[in-house]
Every structure is written in structure tokens, then in C-alpha cells.
């Protein structure tokens, strides 16, 4: 899972309902992408619009394309696994796609959105957390949702002071390199960390 981390303008908003939301579409829309919903992955028989609107129609029938492109027929497999949990985006443009889940603030991800973010990534997919924050830690984070700690740790942020966080992740990234990974931050613990600084909305 890709943790990201973009800056919360102080900006009068009128409401923060759905806020993150907005916010992330359109992100990923300036760069390119095209934005679909991640609970319309699993077809067109779950949708009640798709044929009462062209414009949903559309939509479905793009991103059944994009996924067939690249499961062929392990979509049908992929689409009896996912029960729940399924990320808010899936964003795609030629040659990157990945799902996304927003989360505003110290909003927490729960424990079935991990679950079904394992999935994912097992069929080949990029699975990104993006956090909109009014103080991001700047940090661009990769973590594997093989283990019990990261899965801790996703799950249980907000019990975390900022300081301890980012101690225990330094802590991971300099036990991993110590231990003959390939790359700088990569190793059995399957995190890897590089400084960025914030994008900001």
C-alpha cells in the first residue's frame, strides 16, 4: 500500500462533508486520470443508473475495458473475492492505475478496507492511502499488508503521537538496510520511505 500524504489549505470550507472526496477527484484529474468510483469495479449489474443515464453507461462500460485489459478473465475471480472495503477511487491513465482510499485528517481505515486493499494488490493492483492533512509528516511511504505490525499501524494512526510514528518507521527503515535489502528502505518488514514535500490543495 502507497501511504500519501497531500496539505489541507486553510481555506474557509463550508462544509467538510465529502470534502476529502472532492478534493482527491480532483487531484487526479488535473494530473491526467480518469476517476471512477472503486464500487463500480464490480460491474454493471450493481449499478440502478446504468441504463437510465448515457453519461453512467459510459463510465461503466470505459472501466469494464480498462479491467478486462488487464485481468482478462481473472476479473470475474477478482469480483467474487471483493464482498466489501472496496477503496472511493480507481484512477487510471495509460500506463498507471491504482485504487485509492481518502482519508481527511486522522480519519482511520478499518480493518475490512485493509483486508480488501490486500486483495487488490494480490491481483496485480497499486492500492494508495491518500491523507489530506492540515500538517502532513512529508513522508511518501510503501508499506506490505503482509505483516501484523503494518496492519497495527494502518489501523491504529490516530493512537499514535506524531513523534512516535515517525520514530517507528526511521526505526524500520534503518533495520531494513541494515539487512542486505536492494534498495535504501526496502527489506522483511516491506517499508520503504522517502522525504517529499507536501502538494498542497
Not at 39 to 52: H, K, Q
Request: charged share 30%; glycine share 8%; with cysteine.
Amino acid at each position: 500500500m502507497i501511504i500519501k500524504e497531500l496539505k489541507l489549505r486553510e481555506f474557509p470550507y463550508r462544509s467538510r462533508r465529502g470534502l476529502s472526496e472532492r478534493l482527491a477527484n480532483h487531484y487526479f484529474g488535473k494530473r491526467g486520470y480518469e476517476v471512477f468510483r472503486g464500487t463500480m469495479i464490480l460491474g454493471r449489474e450493481f449499478s440502478v443508473n446504468y441504463e437510465l443515464y448515457e453519461n453512467v453507461k459510459r463510465k461503466y462500460d470505459r472501466l469494464e475495458v480498462i479491467l478486462a485489459e488487464k485481468l482478462g478473465l481473472r476479473l470475474w475471480m477478482m469480483r467474487e473475492q471483493i464482498t466489501g472495503g472496496i477503496p472511493d477511487f480507481f484512477v487510471h491513465k495509460p500506463g498507471d492505475s491504482f485504487f485509492a482510499e481518502i482519508k481527511l485528517e486522522h480519519e482511520q481505515i478499518k480493518p475490512h478496507q485493509l483486508q480488501c486493499a490486500a486483495k487488490l494488490e494480490r491481483f496485480g493492483f497499486k492500492v494508495m492511502l491518500l491523507r489530506i492533512k492540515s500538517k502532513p509528516y512529508k513522508l511518501l511511504s510503501h508499506v506490505k499488508l503482509d505483516g501484523a505490525w503494518e496492519r497495527e499501524v494502518l489501523v491504529r494512526q490516530k493512537r499514535f503521537g506524531r513523534a512516535r510514528i515517525c520514530a517507528k518507521t526511521i526505526a524500520v527503515i534503518s533495520q531494513s538496510s541494515n539487512n542486505g535489502a536492494d534498495e535504501p528502505g526496502d527489506g522483511p518488514y516491506g517499508v520503504a520511505n522517502r522525504a517529499k514535500l507536501p502538494e498542497q490543495f
